[in-house]
T-cell receptor, first 114, second 112 residues
Framework: GQNIDQPTEMTATEGAIVQINCTYQTSGFNGLFWYQQHAGEAPTFLSYNVLDGLEEKGRFSSFLSRSKGYSYLLLKELQMKDSASYLCAVRDRGYGGSQGNLIFGKGTKLSVKP | DTGVSQNPRHKITKRGQNVTFRCDPISEHNRLYWYRQTLGQGPEFLTYFQNEAQLEKSRLLSDRFSAERPKGSFSTLEIQRTEQGDSAMYLC??????????FGPGTRLTVT
C-alpha cells in the first residue's frame, strides 16, 4: 500500500529553525518532493530529492534516506510568511517505468509566531 | 506564459448536474496532471497525460469522471451526475517530462 506520514501541526518562533519529518511506504519510489501551500492557494514547489543526502536551497534544505523511507524539510531563520502547510510527496514509478504521478501526505500546518 | 491557469475558479452546482473544468498548462510542458484536494488533506491524484495520451488513471476514480487533452495542450475534466462528495478543490499541474510539477490556482467545486 501507499502511506506517507507527517505531523499534522507544528509551531515555531520567528527566527528559529524547524524540521518537518516525513516517512513513507510506497510500492514504487522515483523521488521525493516538498511543496509549500498557503491557505486557499495552490501548492508551490520547494525541493526535490532522488538520491540520499541533503539538498540545500537558501533557507530551505531537504534530506532523504531511501533505506529508512525518511525525509525532512529544514527551514532556517523562520519568517512569519513561512506560516503555511508543507506537503511531502513521493513520485511513483508510473507507466512503463516512466516518472509518474505524485502521492501526497496530508501536510504539516506550520504556524510561525513572533 | 505566466503559469498554469484554470477556469472557472469557483463552481457551484446542484447535485446531479454535469460540470466541466479547464486547465491550460505551461506552454512547453508535455505532462498534465489532475488532482483533487479536500480540507486538511494533501492533493489526491486523479489522472495524468503525456501530450494527448492519458497514461494513468487512479483506481479510485469513479466512472463519472472523464478527462481529455485532445491536442496535447489544454485539458478538460468533466464530472457527470455530481454528488455532494465531489465537493473539493480540483487542481491541475504541469511538468516537463517527470520534473517538478507546477500547480494552477485550482477550481473550487461546491455541490449543493
Amino acid at each position: 500500500g501507499q502511506n506517507i506520514d507527517q505531523p499534522t501541526e507544528m509551531t515555531a518562533t520567528e527566527g528559529a529553525i524547524v524540521q518537518i519529518n516525513c516517512t513513507y511506504q510506497t510500492s514504487g519510489f522515483n523521488g521525493l518532493f516538498w511543496y509549500q501551500q498557503h491557505a486557499g492557494e495552490a501548492p508551490t514547489f520547494l525541493s526535490y530529492n532522488v538520491l540520499d543526502g541533503l539538498e540545500e536551497k537558501g533557507r530551505f534544505s531537504s534530506f532523504l534516506s531511501r533505506s529508512k523511507g525518511y525525509s525532512y524539510l529544514l527551514l532556517k531563520e523562520l519568517q512569519m510568511k513561512d506560516s503555511a502547510s508543507y506537503l511531502c510527496a513521493v513520485r511513483d514509478r508510473g507507466y512503463g517505468g516512466s516518472q509518474g504521478n505524485l502521492i501526497f501526505g496530508k501536510g504539516t500546518k506550520l504556524s510561525v509566531k513572533p | 506564459d505566466t503559469g498554469v491557469s484554470q477556469n472557472p475558479r469557483h463552481k457551484i452546482t446542484k447535485r446531479g448536474q454535469n460540470v466541466t473544468f479547464r486547465c491550460d498548462p505551461i506552454s512547453e510542458h508535455n505532462r498534465l496532471y489532475w488532482y483533487r484536494q479536500t480540507l486538511g488533506q494533501g492533493p489526491e491524484f486523479l489522472t495524468y497525460f503525456q501530450n494527448e495520451a492519458q497514461l494513468e488513471k487512479s483506481r479510485l476514480l469513479s466512472d463519472r469522471f472523464s478527462a481529455e487533452r485532445p491536442k496535447g495542450s489544454f485539458s478538460t475534466l468533466e464530472i457527470q451526475r455530481t454528488e455532494q462528495g465531489d465537493s473539493a478543490m480540483y487542481l491541475c499541474a504541469s511538468s516537463l517530462q517527470g520534473n517538478e510539477q507546477y500547480f494552477g490556482p485550482g477550481t473550487r467545486l461546491t455541490v449543493t
